[in-house]
């Protein structure tokens, strides 16, 4: 498998256009999870999905953030108008549903700046 | 409120030393404790995982010691290597309600060779 799979890697934007992020997850895992990493705030968890339904989001900052996940095998991050206090890296990871210990699968990112 | 402290920020370490990486959390629900490494340009990758029923956990030359009392656990990496720079996260997550993993801040650890 070549695990989880993000799109773009990078994305320059300029404030107030939309921003779509996208994740192919790992086949057959369970959960995807979106994450935000950025100096000040570290790795912080915007909404996670078990079987394609969005079970904690919580996370989200505010309403300019929406997910989806259409299928199993398809996620995106969608924010909306952008604001250059999101420029960040995004991560998008998947995990299987196992007993006991599960290990969440990473991306390799997509960084964003909003200028 | 940061449930899982880690510290230090960043630490400089020597070829062929001992790194430690501190974390300390608050919630004595969690039940799982793994730590991720990252290099530049990648997303976290697990590196090792420690349930509070065991008090160390040793896979090569990475251990995790778990104090349950002080809710305090770390990471040692014996033998450091340049290879091993990278930055590290310790997390925490509570296995019986869901899947959320709480990550601590990072710490950015540079072996000089």
């Known amino acids: 498998d070549a695990g989880v799979i993000q799109s773009p890697r990078h994305e320059v934007t300029e404030m107030g256009q939309e921003v779509t992020l996208r994740c192919k997850p790992i086949?057959?895992?369970?959960?995807l999870f979106w994450y935000r990493q950025t100096m000040m705030r570290g790795l912080e968890l915007l909404i996670y999905?078990?079987?394609?339904?969005?079970?904690?989001d919580s996370g989200m900052p505010e309403d300019r953030f929406s997910a989806k996940m259409p299928n199993a095998s398809f996620s995106t991050l969608k924010i909306q108008p952008s604001e250059p206090r999101d420029s960040a890296v995004y991560f998008c990871a998947s995990s299987p549903t196992l007993g006991g210990n599960t290990e969440a699968f990473f991306g390799q990112g997509t960084r964003l700046t909003v200028v | 409120q940061q449930q899982v402290k880690q510290s230090p920020q960043s630490l400089i370490v020597q070829k062929g030393g001992i790194s430690i990486i501190n974390c300390a959390y608050e919630?004595?629900?969690?039940?799982?404790f793994p730590w991720y490494q990252q290099f530049p340009g990648k997303g976290p990758a697990l590196l090792i995982a420690i349930r509070p029923d065991v008090s160390e956990k040793k896979e090569g030359r990475f251990t995790i010691s778990f104090n349950k009392s002080a809710k305090q656990f770390s990471l040692h990496i014996m033998d450091s290597q340049p290879g091993d720079s990278a930055t590290y996260f310790c997390?925490?997550?509570?296995?019986?309600?869901?899947?959320?993993?709480?990550f601590g801040k990072g710490t950015l650890l540079t072996v000089n060779p």
């Open positions: 999905f078990n079987n394609n339904v969005p079970i904690d």
């Open positions: 997390a925490a997550r509570i296995t019986s309600s869901n899947y959320k993993l709480t």
């Open positions: 086949s057959g895992h369970d959960y």
């Open positions: 919630n004595t629900a969690f039940d799982y």
